[in-house]
């Protein structure tokens, strides 16, 4: 079965400053998606950036990247220039484009919290 | 365009009552699916819906059901409450099936006293 791994379950960063969040994922299948959702106080799950285990090349969407580590199934959050509108729970998810495990697979969540 | 709603957003219910849950997704979106967030258990997928069809399910006990419309629309009954069942249940709506990009709602909070 595949799981999902988030070890901070919390972290904090300084307005302006740069933060990463880490995952780490188990799986045996060759094809697969990763994301990272975000979910402010408002509940709405947003989706931040994804991954196709495909690419190579890293997805970047504006002060948010990832670094896609393949073999050793990690794959982490970069945040730049943070700011207060960012912090929220961040998860961590999984899922396969097809077959029976199509769902997504979530970790346990980073609490992100900005400092001014 | 809209985003995926579902309603209501609150609700209270006593143990052993039923409760249905509604979700409609983005417009064009056929494809739904639903979760349980609890601070326990983080985030469960309960089942997908596609063409009217449960297409997966989780690994929840039978009082959990779904069903999809014609419309795309869904709803979640689950009966004989449990303390157990309190929890944020969210709805995620994708275009069809093996689309990997799920759209969330902003989730029910059924508290079960």
């Known amino acids: 079965a595949q799981t999902v791994t988030q070890s901070q379950p919390e972290m904090s960063v300084q307005e302006a400053e740069t933060v990463t969040l880490s995952c780490t994922y188990d799986?045996?299948?060759?094809?697969?998606?990763l994301f990272w959702y975000k979910q402010p106080p408002s509940r709405q799950m947003i989706l931040v950036i994804r991954q196709e285990a495909y690419k190579q090349q890293n997805a970047t969407e504006n002060r948010f990247s990832v670094n896609f580590q393949k073999a050793a199934k990690s794959f982490s959050l970069k945040i730049s220039d943070s700011q207060l509108g960012d912090a929220a729970m961040y998860f961590c998810a999984y899922r396969v484009p097809s077959g029976s495990a199509r769902q997504l697979t979530f970790g346990s969540g980073t609490q992100l919290t900005v400092l001014p | 365009k809209a985003g995926v709603t579902q309603t209501p957003r609150y609700l209270i219910k006593t143990r052993g009552q039923q409760v249905t849950l509604s979700c409609s997704p983005i417009s064009g979106h056929r494809s739904v699916s639903w979760y349980q967030q609890t601070p326990g258990q983080g985030l469960q997928f309960l089942f997908e819906y596609f063409s009217e069809t449960q297409r997966n399910k989780g690994n929840f006990p039978g009082r959990f059901s779904g069903r999809q419309f014609s419309n795309s629309r869904s709803e979640m009954n689950v009966s004989t409450l449990e303390l157990g069942d309190s929890a944020l249940y969210l709805c995620?709506?994708?275009?069809?099936?093996?689309?990997?990009?799920?759209?969330f709602g902003q989730g029910t909070r059924l508290t079960v006293v």
């Open positions: 799986t045996s299948e060759s094809d697969y998606y």
């Open positions: 995620a709506s994708s275009l069809r099936l093996g689309v990997t990009e799920a759209f």
